[in-house]
Each structure stands twice: as structure tokens, then as C-alpha cells.
């Protein structure tokens, strides 16, 4: 708070008295104006003693207290006192600290003396506050001012804007954090424990502390040979934070902990649904990944677990998912999948199926092989050939475009996908009992003929418009629906598609209609090919075709929505209309088709999804409807009626 300085006309020095009057021209009102100059100076200095000013250091054993140079006579000259060194004493108490420092807990006279030193003051002589001869009452009064201005500086100090304790522990705390991982020194930490002999307190107390458990699992990720940072990572196991470690590298050093990170995760993974296991799942993926050891020690739990009839397939598909990661980093554990399999008791097929997932191709050879072995009387089990990985070359190898597959050996590929999607096994106590193939010829028909039909290059969009009800009727097979599916998405994803196309709706995006309204399972893929059409920039169109075409691909969303897949499709508008990447015009045209397809009641989760998107400023009036029918009103209202809206 600035304090303006008191007019020199006001107050005068008594040095300029001294010099316009003689001592025998003073009269009696001058004789009392000084008298009273006198006694405002002795009054200021008598108060300066009672006001809690830190005084300025003195010399030990002296009695002489050195005042600060605003309450020090003009005439008294300023005293040096050397003061010799200090031993640190006690530490002041919390509520002296604070009246020191004129902090929070401080009183308002204690306040305002703590901040009196940072006010710009008059020169001693001046008149501002010492009350000099001939600007006493002037004095007084800005010292007075002075004093009230500091007072309600301090009561209002309590409510000043800051910055939080909270924010300033976490300051610090970072700041630590980042001098430890800089200058930490592996060899040193090590020698605690060789030095010691046994766990230091102050460890057990800072993993009582998220902040330092984090900072040793940094530590951990950077030096994995430490062995404190590996006895540390240990305790924070013992005391119940495994699912904090999942993605230490030290942690899958130890069997100890491995084990007790891999079941919780497990846990956390199979109790969420699938929403969860898109979440958990790169992490954990990428724990049971980091090595060889780690690699076999997970599978083969997972193995034994996906055996149990409760919870059993679950596991299986989280296993599965685990091969696909590996595979897609460039790790071979083709051999590792197979030995926790059925084929050690196979080793023909177990070595037809290692050279062809080892090579990340079909070939005759091997599949004449496998042929054989699945026509005959005792085959091996279906377990054997139900690799995702296997599967998905099948798909590369039949459905894709301009692929080449030898016509003498079609058929043994097209029995052998259609063994693995089709046929059933009932075993008990470890034995096989019975085998339905009851949809294998179907099956195999199906496959083949939707083969001849997508992979005709002679046969375009047009004859393909003659074969849909055949294509329909094959789609209802779900080997056959996945492999349409690739198709689709090998075919659209042609740089020059959409600017061949004639057509309002592309046939290849009407079979996704169709199989959106089959197989329920597939709804993530599909969604996720819609997603990655939209998103592309057609370059090669113009704006209006780029437009329509996007309106296609949400006519395509909305009827995979009314399909069952609603949350995962509003999300995604939703968060189109939260990033502004989205022309809004589209939204709006979304909005408008949802409205159409839907009725009461709704889902929670539903509304909380939806309904901000109507309440946007851009979306709720500028939809034009015909008639008094307004189904963004009625939607609204009805939420509001039915509904407890949280902002």
C-alpha cells in the first residue's frame, strides 16, 4: 500500500526555524508550537519503546538498545556496536515466530510492525513521523495513519489470495524429487544396508507416502541393479502397494513381487468388464512382456487358470490379448504358446503350427500337414489350431485383396478354418468324449463362397450389388462376418475409393449395417473402422463430398447404436464436440438422427452423455423441425423431469 509523503508545508524541519527566525523575534504562540514539537518527539520516541519493533542486533552484556533510524533523533549521531557472533539458540515459539514475522497467526499491531520496514519512510528530520519542532502535530498525525493503514493490512491479511499450503508442499516435494533422481548414486545407497545391517526407520516411513513411493519406483526404472532400490520395491510389495508397481521393471525381477503385481492385476482386469480391459490392459501387457521369465511365468498361470469353468474364458481372452501384444512388438512366443498347449502331445501339428507362426505366413506344406491330421478318425483337439495369431493369417490368406492362394490347396485352407470356428468338443476329466461337426460343411461352403466373391478382381461394386443377399445370408456365419470385415477395411482404405464411388451409401459400408446387426461381438471393430474413415482426410474430394461422405459414415454409427452399442458411439461424438475438430453441422445431423431412433426410458449414463451435447449453444436452437413436434425440447424436459442433473 502505498503512503503519500506529508506536504513540506505542512511540517518543518526545526533546522529551518532555526534559520528564518532570531531568537528575539519568537513569539509566545511559537514558543508553545515548539514546545509541543518537543513534546510529540519525546512522546514518538517513549512509543517507539512500547511498539514491538525488532530491534536491530546489540552487543552481548550492553545495556545501549540501538533504535531504527526512523525513531532516532536528527541530533543523535547513530551508534556502531559490533556485535560478535551469535550461538543459535532455542527456536522461537510458533505464536512469537508469527508476531515476528507478521504472518497469519500474528495479531494486527504485530503485523503492521512487520511490515513497517518495507514502507519507503522520510529522512529522520523531515517531520513524517518523528515529531520534530515545527511539524509535531503533523507528524503525529501521518504516524497515526501510518499505523491504521498497517493495522488493516494485517486483518485483512487472512483473507489475501495465496498460494496454498498444499500447493507449496507439493512444490517442494517435486523439487526434491527431481534433485534425488539427479544426483542419486546407486553405490552409496547400496552401502546403507551393508553399513547397517537392517531396514533404516526413515525407509518404512517414506513408503507410508505416495510422493516417495513414486520417486522410488523412478529410481527403480532407472538403476534395476541397485539393491536397495530392489529391497525398497520389496517392502512396498509387503505393505499392500502391488497395484502402484505394475509397470516397475524391478518388480519383475523378484518372484515375490511378480507374483503378488500379476494377481492383483489380474484381478482389477477380470472385474471390470471389457471397458476395463481396454484400460488395463497396455500396462499390464507390458509388465508380463518385459522378459522371457516373466513372459512363461504369467502364461503358464493363465493357462492353468482358463481351465476353471467359472471366470475360465475370461482369462483366456486376457491371455490371448497378451500374445497379440507380444507379437506386435516383434517377440516370437509362438513356441511358448504351443508348449502350454495340448501340442507337446502332438509334435507333428506342433511343428507345422511353430514354422508358421514363427514366419507370420501360410504355406502348402505346413497346412497339408495339419489337413491330414484334422480329417482323420482322432483328430487332435480344436484347441490346438485356436491361436488368434493362426487365425488371422487364414484372414490374410483368403479375404484380402489380391492375395494369391494355390487353387490345389484352397480347399484344405477354407477345412481347416472352418474346423477351428465351427466344431465342438465335450471333455470330461481330461478325455474327449465327443465331436460335433454338425457346422462344418456349412461353414466351409460359406467361407468358400464369399472367398470367390471378394477376391474376384473381375466382379466391382455394381456386381456386387447382385450378390448381396447372398453375402447376407453367408454373413450370418461369424468366421465369415469377421473375414467380410477385413475386406472392408482393406478395400475402403484404398486412397482412391470414395472417389470412385457413385452411390449415396458404398456397398462395402451397407455390410457393415449388416454386420453390426448379426454379431454383437464385433461392434468394436466396426466401430473402430467407422471412427478411422471418419477421421481421414480425403484430400482427392472437395468439401460437399467430404461432408456427405462423413453424414454416411454417422448414418452408419447411429445404426450401430441402435444396435446395443450406444455408450461407446455417444462418447465418441462427444468428445468430437468437446475438441472443436468436428464441422458442426455434422453434430447436428447426428443429433437429429439419434433423436428419431430413441425413447423413453434412458439409462443414466445415457443422459449424462447426451444431454450436454443438446444443451450446446450450437446444437439446441438451430435444429429445424416440422410442426409443433420438437424432440430436442422433449428430450430435455424429460431429462430435467425424470433426472437429477449434477453440473
Known amino acids: 500500500m502505498a503512503l503519500n509523503p506529508v506536504p513540506d508545508t505542512e ?18 504562540s511559537q514558543w508553545r508550537r515548539d514546545g509541543a514539537g518537543t513534546r510529540a518527539r519525546a512522546k514518538c520516541e517513549s512509543s517507539s519503546r512500547r511498539l514491538p519493533v525488532c530491534p536491530e542486533p546489540r552487543a552481548r552484556g550492553s545495556s545501549q538498545v540501538v533504535l531504527p533510524d526512523q525513531f532516532r533523533p536528527p541530533s543523535a549521531p547513530r551508534p556502531s556496536v559490533q556485535a560478535p557472533p551469535l550461538s543459535p539458540g532455542p527456536a522461537l515459539p510458533a505464536r512469537a515466530e508469527a508476531r515476528v514475522r507478521g504472518g497469519e497467526g500474528a495479531g494486527p499491531r504485530g503485523r503492521a510492525c512487520a511490515l513497517l520496514p518495507a514502507v519507503r519512510m522520510r529522512a529522520p528530520g523531515s517531520g513524517a513521523l518523528a515529531g520534530e519542532d515545527g511539524g509535531g502535530r503533523a507528524g503525529r498525525h501521518h504516524g497515526r495513519r501510518l499505523l491504521r493503514e498497517r493495522g488493516r493490512v494485517g486483518r485483512r491479511g487472512g483473507r489475501r489470495p495465496g498460494v496454498e499450503p498444499v500447493q507449496v508442499q507439493e512444490t517442494v516435494e517435486n523439487h526434491l524429487k527431481s534433485l534425488l533422481i539427479k544426483h542419486f548414486d546407486p553405490r552409496k545407497a ?8 537392517e531396514t533404516p526407520a526413515w525407509l518404512e516411513q517414506m513408503i507410508a507416502h505416495t510422493t516417495w513411493r513414486d520417486l522410488f519406483y523412478k529410481l527403480a526404472e532407472a538403476h534395476p541393479d541397485c539393491l536397495m532400490l530392489n529391497f525398497t520395491v520389496k517392502l512396498i510389495s509387503d505393505a499392500g502397494y502391488q497395484g502402484e508397481i505394475t509397470s516397475v521393471s524391478t518388480a519383475c525381477q523378484q518372484l515375490e513381487v511378480f507374483s503378488r503385481v500379476l494377481r492383483t492385476s489380474l484381478a482389477t482386469i477380470l472385474d471390470g468388464g471389457e471397458e476395463n480391459l481396454e484400460k488395463h490392459l497396455p500396462e499390464f501387457a ?8 516373466t513372459y512363461l511365468f504369467a502364461q503358464a498361470m493363465m493357462s492353468v487358470l482358463a481351465q476353471e469353468e467359472q471366470g475360465g474364458s475370461a482369462v483366456r481372452r486376457v491371455a490371448q490379448e497378451v500374445q497379440r501384444f507380444a507379437q ?24 507345422a ?27 487332435p483337439p480344436v484347441e490346438l489350431i485356436r491361436v488368434p495369431a493362426f487365425l488371422d493369417l487364414f484372414m490374410q490368406s483368403l479375404f484380402k485383396p489380391g492375395a494369391r492362394i494355390n487353387q490345389d490347396h484352397k480347399h484344405k485352407y477354407i477345412h481347416i478354418l472352418a474346423y477351428a ?9 481330461n478325455k474327449r468324449v465327443s465331436i460335433n461337426k454338425d457346422e462344418l460343411k456349412s461353414t466351409s461352403k460359406a467361407v468358400e463362397t464369399v472367398h470367390n466373391l471378394c477376391c474376384n478382381e473381375n466382379k466391382g461394386a455394381s456386381e456386387l450389388v447382385a450378390e448381396l443377399s447372398t453375402l447376407y445370408q453367408c454373413i450370418r456365419f461369424p468366421v465369415v462376418a469377421m473375414g467380410v470385415l477385413k475386406w472392408v477395411d482393406w478395400t475402403v482404405s484404398e486412397p482412391r475409393y470414395f472417389q470412385l464411388q457413385t452411390d449415396h451409401t458404398p456397398v462395402h459400408l451397407a455390410l457393415l449395417d449388416e454386420i453390426s446387426t448379426c454379431h454383437q461381438l464385433l461392434h468394436p471393430q466396426v466401430l473402430q473402422l467407422l471412427v478411422k474413415l471418419f477421421e481421414t482426410e480425403h484430400s482427392q474430394l472437395d468439401v460437399m463430398e467430404q461432408l456427405e461422405l462423413k453424414k454416411t459414415l454417422l448414418d452408419r454409427m447411429v445404426h450401430l447404436l441402435s444396435r446395443g452399442h450406444v455408450l461407446p458411439v455417444v462418447s465418441y461424438i ?3 464436440l468437446e475438441k472443436l475438430d468436428t464441422d458442426i453441422s455434422l453434430i447436428r445431423h447426428f443429433v437429429t438422427e439419434v433423436l428419431d431412433v430413441i425413447a423413453p426410458p434412458y439409462t443414466s449414463d445415457f443422459v449424462q452423455l447426451f444431454l450436454p451435447i443438446l444443451e450446446n449453444d450450437s446444437i439446441a436452437g438451430t435444429i429445424k423441425t416440422e410442426g409443433e413436434h420438437d424432440p430436442v425440447t422433449e428430450f430435455i424436459a424429460h431429462c430435467k423431469s425424470n433426472f437429477i442433473l449434477v453440473n
Open 11 to 28: 511540517a518543518k524541519s526545526g533546522a529551518q526555524v532555526s534559520e528564518e527566525e532570531t531568537d528575539g523575534q519568537r513569539t509566545s
Open 190 to 197: 547400496d552401502s546403507i544396508f551393508t553399513e547397517e545391517g
Open 286 to 293: 507390458k509388465m508380463v512382456c518385459h522378459g522371457e521369465h
Open 328 to 351: 506386435e512388438k516383434g517377440h516370437d512366443a509362438s513356441q511358448i504358446t504351443l508348449a502350454l498347449g495340448t501340442a507337446a502331445s502332438y509334435p507333428r501339428a506342433c511343428q
Open 353 to 379: 503350427l511353430g514354422a508358421m507362426l514363427s514366419k507370420g505366413a501360410l504355406n502348402p506344406a505346413d497346412i497339408t500337414v495339419l489337413f491330414k491330421m484334422f480329417t482323420s478318425m482322432d483328430p
Open 421 to 429: 470356428a465351427s466344431v465342438v468338443e465335450t471333455w470330461k476329466k
Open 574 to 576: 462427444r468428445k468430437c
